[in-house]
């Protein structure tokens, strides 16, 4: 499941790079760390990613409902700016 997210991620942010290609880095990626550190590299990974994840979602909370840009208003911290901006988009009809 990790080789395959890793695939696609690789192949979503580097334009033109092969999914053969990605999952083959990132299958090399993972076994390199599993055979220098044993299964504990790979349990001490998960922590580091755990933890990484936790940090960027406390930023972008923080981001979010804290942060007053040059307008004076952040739109995705009021729920009524969110609500009118939803209203006035449009959504496209298929035929």
């Known amino acids: 499941m990790a080789t395959a997210g890793g695939a696609a ?19 090399a990626i993972i076994s390199s760390y599993t055979f220098m550190g044993g299964l504990g590299a790979a349990f001490y990974m998960s922590y580091f990613n755990s933890a990484a994840i936790l940090i960027l979602i406390v930023i972008f ?3 979010i409902f804290y942060d007053n840009s040059s ?25």
């Not at 580097?14 to 053969?20: A, D, L, T």
């Not at 004076?72 to 911290?77: A, F, I, S």
Request: aromatic fraction near 6%.
């Open 71 to 95: 307008s004076g208003v952040n739109v995705l911290g009021l729920a009524y700016v969110l609500l009118d901006y939803s209203r006035l988009s449009s959504i496209p009809s298929t035929p």
């Open 9 to 27: 991620t690789l192949t979503t942010l580097i334009q033109g790079f092969s999914v053969e290609l990605a999952t083959l880095l990132v299958a």
């Open 61 to 63: 909370l923080v981001k």
